[in-house]
């Protein structure tokens, strides 16, 4: 059966890239059954992130960065969803991970929770009638040293848990 290779546009002329092909008009000699949306001119050869579109009897290509993850300056993660549009200024292709901020909020946040750890020995502390230790409270006043800060070294390890008080 002749076939001839024709190119299928979506709505906004833009070709999906997938083969396919009109069949002859079986009342017209010559001519071809081409559906709408379709053209049998050849669309231009593409690069990634091109797509060509179809307007006015011909080709043109557009940038096509459809699907591109990409991370604004402030960190914020973003998806490209249109063609025609391109990587904003500033913007990075690879997660550049969390911020100098985030990453010690997140230190500040493992200091609160020993913080907590150390109230429930505390409060074991009260209950056994056993003075809460030295090496706990000087441990606990790095750890609130840590909460007050506004930035610092999140590298840095947090004082570790000092022995169980006994008898509790």
Not at 60 to 89: M, Y
């Amino acid at each position: 059966m002749e076939q001839k290779q024709i190119y299928q546009c979506d709505e906004d002329g833009v070709w999906d890239r997938q083969l396919k092909f009109a069949r002859p008009d079986p009342h017209v000699d010559g001519e071809w059954l081409i559906p709408g949306g379709c053209t049998d001119v050849a669309p231009p050869e593409l690069s990634e992130h091109q797509a060509a579109v179809f307007a006015g009897g011909e080709w043109s290509v557009v940038v096509d960065k459809r699907g591109v993850v990409f991370w604004l300056p402030t960190g914020e993660r973003a998806v490209i969803t249109h063609i025609g549009v391109d990587l904003p200024p500033g913007a990075l292709e690879a997660d550049p991970g969390p911020t100098e901020a985030q990453r010690w909020a997140a230190y500040q946040a493992l200091a609160q929770a020993e913080l907590d750890f150390s109230d429930r020995v505390s409060i074991r502390c009260s209950k056994a009638g056993v003075a809460y230790p030295q090496d706990w409270r000087d441990r606990d006043a790095v750890l609130r040293g840590v909460m007050r800060a506004g930035s610092g070294d999140p590298d840095q390890p947090l004082p570790e848990r000092p022995a169980f008080p006994s008898n509790t």
